[in-house]
């Protein structure tokens, strides 16, 4: 799992980020990736966004499991090509 927050603001049409911060780690089993989740969304700012790497790959079903157990709202998310989930908070 790596963890990207930051706010978002928009100038001139381009994404901007503000308080950028990244950490990272692999959690590919379900308890510790609920931990993780559970521990960093109350932390973060409005607009902030997580980078949930393994989400979509057969062999690491546990951190599916664990976003679906920690009540993130997976409408507010976009899962990429390459198995990963970007979540807005």
Same mark, same amino acid.
């Given at each position: 799992?790596?963890?990207?927050?930051?706010?978002?603001?928009?100038? =001139? %049409?381009?994404?901007?980020?503000?308080?950028?911060?990244?950490?990272?780690?692999?959690? =590919?089993?379900?308890?510790?990736?609920? =931990?993780?989740?559970?521990?960093?969304?109350?932390?973060?700012?409005? %607009?902030?966004?997580?980078?949930?790497?393994?989400? %979509?790959?057969?062999?690491?079903?546990?951190?599916?499991?664990?976003?679906?157990?920690?009540?993130? %709202?997976?409408?507010?998310?976009?899962?990429?090509?390459?198995?990963?989930?970007?979540?807005?908070?």
């Amino acid at each position: 799992m790596r963890i990207l927050t930051g706010k978002i603001k928009l100038n =001139d %049409n381009k994404i901007i980020f503000e308080k950028k911060a990244l950490g990272g780690g692999v959690f =590919d089993l379900y308890k510790p990736t609920l =931990d993780v989740i559970k521990f960093v969304i109350p932390r973060h700012e409005k %607009n902030a966004i997580i980078l949930l790497d393994y989400y %979509n790959l057969i062999s690491q079903e546990g951190v599916k499991w664990a976003v679906r157990d920690s009540g993130v %709202n997976i409408r507010k998310c976009i899962q990429t090509q390459s198995g990963q989930l970007i979540c807005y908070t």
